[in-house]
Each structure stands twice: as C-alpha cells, then as structure tokens.
C-alpha cells in the first residue's frame, strides 16, 4: 500500500510527545548525530497490513521524558530506571496513532510490547538513510522515525 | 464514597502515571491495588474488594481481552466495572470489548480532567471527590 508515512509521523509524533511528555520536537532537515547513548526502540504491528514502526533515540531522553511524567527529578533512580519504560510508552502511544493516521479508525490492529536496545553507529546510520525516516530534534537531541509497512 | 481501584499494566511506569493521573483529578481513592498482566488481576480480584478495573490490553502471560472474558465467567468478578486504557483507536475493537462488558474506553494519552469525567460516568455522580 502506499501511503505518505512521513507526513503521519510528522502530524502525530509531536503531538504524542508533547501530550504524553510534556517535551517538543521540532523538524530536522539534515544528518542527525549518533548521541552517545542511543537505543533503537521497536513495535511491530499486525492487522490488515502488518510492519513495524522503529525509533532511534538517546536514552538519556526516555529519563528526562520519565521524569516529567512521574514528576521526578531525572538524577532520582526511579526517574532512571522508568526511561526505558517511558520510551516503550511513547512508542505505544505513538504506534496507535500513526496506525489511525494511516488506516482510520475502523480497521483492528494488534500491536507487539515496545522493545528497546543499544545500538551502534552502523544501525543509527541505516536507519537515518532509510527513505521513509523522519528526523526530529527534542531537546536538543536527534530522535530518528521510521515505518515499514510490509507488502 | 472512596473507592478501590485496580490498575492492569505490565509497565510499573505506566501504573505509576495512571496513579499521578487519578492523584491529579482529585478521585476518591482509598486503595490502590496494582498487577502486571491479567492473571495477576485475577488474582488480586479474587482477595480483595475492587470497586474499578483500569487495564490495558496488550499485555505478556494475560491480555486485558482475556481478563475481561474470565471476570464474566466468575459471579464474584463480572459486575465490577471495568474501564479500558489503551493507545488503539479502532472503533471496532471498542464495540467489542463494550460487547463484552467493558463499562468505557479511555484512549491515551488523556488529561486528568477526561480521565475523571469518564471515571465519574462509570461509577456514578455518587463517587465523585
């Protein structure tokens, strides 16, 4: 199916960070910069077409994003330990919405539990190169969005 | 009229923001209880008096679909309301979990304010803070 995945990411991504996290993303035209601490962060979906949609972030975010929602300071260990949940949350979040941008509010999808991981260069790279990505900045940090919809 | 509330997700985190958000909208709380995936539900539901079921649906070992079909097998659990909080936005999977019994549908992210208004629609005007 075609479908312009970028213009949904780019409708729905900053409307669900900033209603969920209380952050803002703006739009990045260029290379985005590996941070230091970047995880790759995963959702599949199935349904009447099935894909995955993947983000590319520093996890230091997913503190910061933890922390405005638990209302905790980010150096607090609960903030810490929450980031990755809140990163799997956004994804969630995100992945609802973009599927109602694509296929309106009929169609049933089942979506996988987020999954999060370090990555390197090499797939911070791949996915930045991707002709479907979507590169947004948060807080000064590169945050990279991409969905596959599998033919 | 405080109530006791059960919220269903296998994210710590996301209970955690469910409990800030009632905290938030002033609900009557007076227990809290929490599990991580439906089977543990049915189990705190099966000790303790729950007056709210707050579940997501997509969770591991028990999904929220599944809870609510096993809390209408039970007579002691089918009449406890149960209120959906999930990120799916399809019309038709709302009509069959309210075909299933599920009292309302709260889709995220929400605000404090819509959070209590459905609340208050389930339980009644009687439990309101």
Same mark, same amino acid.
């Given at each position: 199916?075609? *479908?312009d ?12 960070? =900033? @209603? ?7 739009n990045?035209? !260029?290379?985005? +910069? ?7 962060v ?6 009447p077409?099935? !894909? ?7 996890? +230091?975010?997913?503190? @910061?994003? &933890? +922390? ?6 980010? @150096?607090?260990t609960?903030?810490q ?8 949350e956004?994804?969630?979040v995100?992945c !609802? ?7 309106? +509010? @009929?169609?049933?999808?089942?979506l996988?539990?987020?999954t ?6 090499? =797939?911070?790279? &791949? ?6 990505? *979507?590169?947004? =900045?948060?807080?000064?940090?590169p945050?990279?969005l991409?969905?596959?919809?599998e =033919? | ?10 994210s710590e985190?996301?209970?955690a923001?469910?409990?800030k ?7 009557p ?7 991580a ?20 649906? #997509? ?9 609510i079909e ?18 799916e936005?399809?019309?038709t ?7 299933k019994g ?5 889709r995220?992210?929400?605000?404090p ?6 609340c208050?629609e389930?339980l009644?005007?009687? #439990?309101?803070?």
């Amino acid at each position: 199916m075609k *479908v312009d995945t970028k213009a949904v990411l780019r409708d729905v991504f900053p409307r669900m960070l =900033e @209603e969920l996290t209380f952050l803002f993303a703006d739009n990045s035209d !260029g290379k985005a +910069s590996l941070p230091g601490d970047a995880v790759l962060v995963n959702i599949a979906f199935s349904g009447p077409f099935h !894909g995955t949609l993947d983000m590319s972030i520093a996890r +230091s975010l997913g503190i @910061e994003m &933890a +922390s405005n929602l638990l209302g905790l300071d980010p @150096e607090d260990t609960n903030a810490q330990r929450a980031g990755d949940d809140a990163l799997r949350e956004l994804m969630n979040v995100t992945c !609802g919405h973009v599927l109602t941008g694509i296929a309106g +509010s @009929e169609p049933v999808f089942n979506l996988s539990i987020p999954t999060v991981r370090p990555i390197g260069a090499e =797939e911070w790279d &791949a996915l930045g190169a991707a002709a479907d990505v *979507v590169i947004f =900045e948060v807080d000064g940090r590169p945050v990279q969005l991409c969905v596959k919809i599998e =033919e | 009229m405080s109530i006791n509330v059960l919220i269903v997700d296998d994210s710590e985190t996301v209970r955690a923001i469910l409990a800030k958000t009632m905290r938030m909208a002033e609900m009557p709380i007076n227990e809290l209880y929490n599990a991580a995936n439906g089977q543990e539900a049915l189990e705190v539901l099966r000790n303790k008096w729950v007056d709210l079921v707050l579940t997501d649906i #997509n969770m591991p070992v028990m999904t929220g679909v599944e809870l609510i079909e096993r809390m209408n097998t039970e007579d002691n659990l089918k009449g406890i309301p149960v209120v959906v909080v999930s990120t799916e936005g399809s019309a038709t999977r709302v009509a069959e979990l309210k075909m299933k019994g599920v009292r309302a549908y709260i889709r995220k992210p929400f605000t404090p304010e819509q959070f209590r208004e459905i609340c208050t629609e389930v339980l009644g005007p009687s #439990n309101e803070g």
